[in-house]
């Protein structure tokens, strides 16, 4: 069982940058894959960034490739999603989830944060 609590959310200009942060309960951790959704109001979950369980091979959305980008800590449980050039369309709440490979639908992971918000103004 892994539990996952997000943080680092806020509310930022457009054009800023924000880091989220994913943190990990249990050693299990460190054998999962690992990746970021968002859902914004009124609309359906969706993709944003994936990892595998060593960070080594990343996958992006198209909206957020070269603006976002993920990483994973194995020594410290942890994983990362660093935004920069934030844009009002990236206002949702943000959610970390852990699985066997870097899905990038949401049924590909078992465990889930509960989500930390993002608010972009314009």
């Known amino acids: 069982q892994v539990q996952l609590v997000e943080s680092g959310g806020g509310l930022v200009q457009a054009g800023a940058s924000l880091r989220l942060s994913c943190a990990a309960s249990?050693?299990?951790?460190?054998?999962?894959?690992v990746g970021w959704f968002r859902q914004a109001p009124g609309k359906e979950r969706e993709f944003v960034a994936a990892c595998t369980w060593s960070g080594g091979t990343t996958y992006y959305a198209d909206s957020v490739k070269g603006r976002f980008t993920i990483s994973k800590d194995n020594n410290y449980y942890a994983a990362y999603l660093e935004m920069g050039n934030l844009k009002s369309e990236d206002t949702a709440v943000y959610y970390c989830?852990?699985?066997?490979?870097?899905?990038?639908?949401?049924?590909?992971?078992?465990?889930w944060g509960q989500g930390t918000q993002v608010t972009v103004s314009s």
């Open positions: 989830a852990a699985g066997g490979l870097p899905a990038t639908t949401s049924s590909g992971y078992d465990f």
């Open positions: 249990g050693r299990t951790f460190n054998r999962y894959a």
